[in-house]
């Protein structure tokens, strides 16, 4: 799925979590000296204000509000959180994977 579509099946309560992690993946690539992959930049986020206004929690991958500079290629790692009962759930086991993978 692209995440436009991600954020569609947030928005109309299809799916409830959705996690991206695919810049931090990479970032830990980088670092090891492997090739990193296609990850999702900015412009892939383009409907992320209208999923927010829908209740969508989005973030990014440390927990915080999603920054990402508005170019063509920074890799971007987001979470959706279809709302903040579901993020109060999943997220302290996630950051916990996320560490254990030293990827946060």
Not at 44 to 67: F, H, K, N, P, W
Not at 78 to 93: L, S
């Amino acid at each position: 799925l692209s995440p436009g579509g991600q954020l569609h099946e947030l928005m109309t309560g299809r799916d409830r979590l959705l996690v991206d992690i695919r810049g931090l993946l990479f970032d830990r690539f980088r670092r090891e000296g492997r090739a990193p992959g296609h990850a999702c930049h900015p412009y892939d986020l383009a409907a992320s204000l209208v999923a927010e206004e829908a209740g969508v929690i989005i973030t990014d991958g440390r927990g915080l509000q999603l920054a990402a500079p508005l170019n063509t290629t920074t890799d971007v790692t987001w979470i959706g959180y279809a709302n903040a009962a579901i993020r109060q759930q999943v997220e302290p086991r996630l950051r916990e994977v996320l560490a254990k993978y030293s990827l946060i």
